[in-house]
């Protein structure tokens, strides 16, 4: 069974920083495209950002645009999430694709347990 988790989260003031990492118990995730999700309080979960297996491609939604950077090295991946606000809150997924590359949920084979982003006003 894969393994993967996600760490970094916390309770911050708008404007701060925070930087998520993923890691996984499968080396083989170096070959697969991963993303992070996040679905907050009586909202679907979204795609945050998208990497492909080598790093060569990346993908944002439009509101996390110009403030967050995902960024991956073999099997473990990072978020770094600049001048966060309160709409940010809520909780962020780490997810490893079923190849080289996603962006929709299906897309995705394994999901860590997911850690709270909360950022007050």
């Known amino acids: 069974q894969v393994q993967v988790v996600e760490s970094g989260g916390g309770l911050v003031q708008a404007g701060d920083s925070l930087r998520l990492s993923c890691t996984t118990s499968?080396?083989?995730?170096?070959?697969?495209?991963m993303a992070w999700f996040r679905q907050a309080p009586g909202k679907e979960r979204e795609l945050v950002a998208a990497i492909s297996w080598n790093g060569g491609r990346t993908s944002y939604s439009a509101s996390v645009q110009g403030r967050f950077t995902i960024s991956k090295s073999g099997a473990t991946m990072w978020l770094q999430m600049n001048s966060l606000q309160p709409e940010d809150t809520a909780v962020y997924y780490c997810?490893?694709?079923?190849?080289?590359?996603?962006?929709?949920?299906?897309?995705?084979?394994?999901w860590g347990q997911g850690t709270q982003v909360t950022v007050s006003a």
């Open positions: 997810a490893i694709a079923r190849s080289v590359w996603g962006v929709q949920s299906p897309d995705f084979r394994y």
């Open positions: 499968r080396r083989t995730s170096s070959n697969n495209g």
